[in-house]
């Protein structure tokens, strides 16, 4: 069994969110963590859970102009060029045998409400056919740039070891 994180992060918050969610999967299967850009357009056949996660912009995933938006407060953004709504956009949907299932996270920020990622990209997932194994879940950071809020990060783990033991206890009950 094996689990590929995939995120979309300006600042690092989302990032150090994605790292803390392979952490919590790892007791229960590997855990691959790939930043958007690096990610391939398709899922791999051995993939057990897919996780997607990046920042809330603009209400929802983020665009391309929110992206250059957020470069323009700071140089060194981590996701430039593609972020998972683009990434998204390009899989070809479940191939067939597959038995990948997914769900979604976003960082958004606590002052007030912004919408969520997370929420459209399970949406999108849903629509290309993966099984979601779990509602999306947003993690908070303080401001635009962050910091995370306290806690979150053992929050993303917690979250995450609860749902890697989730779905390797299914798994192993179907082949059982």
Do not use: C
Not at 30 to 41: I, K, N, R, S
Not at 44 to 65: E, N, R
């Amino acid at each position: 069994m094996r689990a590929l994180i995939v995120y979309e992060s300006m600042f690092g918050n989302t990032r150090a969110i994605a790292w803390s969610i392979a952490a919590g999967i790892e007791a229960s299967m590997h855990a691959d963590v790939l930043e958007v850009g690096a990610a391939h357009d398709i899922v791999p056949q051995d993939v057990t859970l897919l996780v997607v996660g990046g920042p809330t912009h603009a209400f929802s995933m983020s665009w391309p102009s929110t992206r250059r938006d957020a470069a323009a407060r700071a140089p060194s953004v981590i996701s430039r060029e593609r972020g998972i709504r683009e990434w998204l956009g390009a899989l070809p949907g479940v191939m067939s045998g597959s038995r990948t299932e997914a769900t979604a996270f976003d960082t958004r920020t606590t002052a007030h409400l912004t919408g969520s990622a997370a929420r459209a990209a399970a949406r999108r997932l849903d629509r290309l056919g993966y099984p979601l194994v779990a509602a999306p879940v947003s993690f908070r950071v303080i401001s635009l740039t962050g910091p995370l809020a306290s806690g979150e990060l053992n929050r993303a783990r917690t979250w995450a070891k609860a749902l890697g033991s989730e779905v390797a206890a299914r798994r192993s009950s179907r082949t059982s």
